[in-house]
């Protein structure tokens, strides 16, 4: 997903020490803050989670691709294979991002064939990649 | 020369008579126009006014004078909308594209990101949400200043055109690949909804948080006109009861009221019928074009050099909560939910 935390906290920064012209320096900048002050909470979320939620994903991609390979080609077989051992978030990513190519036609693929089963599988998969990679706001009273 | 002494310049060509700015202050949130709020004093009278400036980078590319043409379709027509003032798509001597508009003091709009963002009122204020939407889509769009720009669609081309559109923004600016979009674009592609039952003219925006009510229950105006366009009705309606604008309240539209008061309140305003089925296929289809506006912002953020955080949270937060939307509303029409 994009952008990525490292991206994020360095727009922090530039936020911050950017000169800003004398008509932003009140409500505006004020309202800057507080969506830096944002990025950086949620920012601290994906410090704390965004490694599991990702080798959870990938090992669930590669898990679908690879019993799919009967029926679709040993293409997805291949794709399945190999295993997470550098844990950063940058290389992460680029793991998903093949698996998610990959992911996504093997599904197309399925729905095409009118496969209800991998399709539904699919689908529930999706919820839950969803669901890991949730970032939580507290509750911000707008009144 | 500051953003004042621009301003001061144009204006006071614009009237003819010495114009002078005061109390210029840029406003936070949105990030497709930069937006000003400044009085002019002018022939002894002084004007309280707005300024919607073109940034160098954009949440979303839109048309500076379809939004203007589109505050002039409704201004003083029962909408509550800021009188449009000078639109000077070449920028002139902001140098930017530009447009003014009159200012409505004293209203407050609810952030996204807040919880019960209308207390006491939201009843109040849902009840006028979506009477006033109604209203905007009883008006017949034949002769309305936004068709000197906006192109009607044929009633069963609606959903295409839009498709197609936001189809072609993710996949213009999608950086990581996105399984839980393209599925739905998919599933959208092989069950097309009805015809549109009118064409109307569609805010596009039209939200929580695009408005302005005085805290006493009554909304003062209707904002960001920004992505409007003639289409499907619905479109609009679907929009403003997508779950990430309710404020974190599954069971309250908008965060102000029960869904099926909301749509019977629309139905009642604007004449037109909201089909279930339709309006589930551009329920569906809004989700997909959030995830297109987010997709855009990442690449924006990006592009700009990382400096704009309301494009930062855009592409990154608000991208995750669709997401989820998208992924539920997919099992649940597989039944999995």
Redesign the interface.
Known sequence: MTPTVPELLMGNFLCMIEPLPPEAMGEFMAGRVGVCAMISLLAAQEAERGIEARLWENSAIRAVLSKSAIDYGERFREASKGHDSDFSLGTLDRANAALRRHLIALHEMAENKADTKLHQEIIALYVKMAEARRLDLPPMPGS | M???EQLETYLTRLWGAPARVEG??????GASRET?RFDAQVNGETKGLILRRDPAGSLIDTDRRLEFLAYRSFHGRGVPVPEPVALEEQGAELERPFFIMGRIDGG?A??P???????EHAQALGEQFFSILGAIHAADAAGLPITEVAEAPAPDACWSRELDYWEGVIDADE??????V??AI?RLR?EPPAPAQAIRVVHGDYRSGNFLHD?KGQITAILDWEMAHLGDPLEDLGWAIDPLWA??EPGRVGGMMDRAEAISLWERSSGLKADPQALAWWELFNAVKGMGIWISA?RE??DG??????L??S???T??RH??I???R??AL?G?A
């Open positions: 500051s953003l004042a210029l202050s840029r406003i936070p949130g000003y407050k609810a952030s990101f807040t919880v019960v963002p209308y207390g950086q990581h690949p996105q399984p839980i393209r599925a998919r092989r805290e404020h974190f990442a953020f990006r050099g990382f400096k704009d955080p309301v930062g949270i592409g990154w937060y991208a995750r997401d989820q998208i992924a539920g997919l099992a597989e999995l």
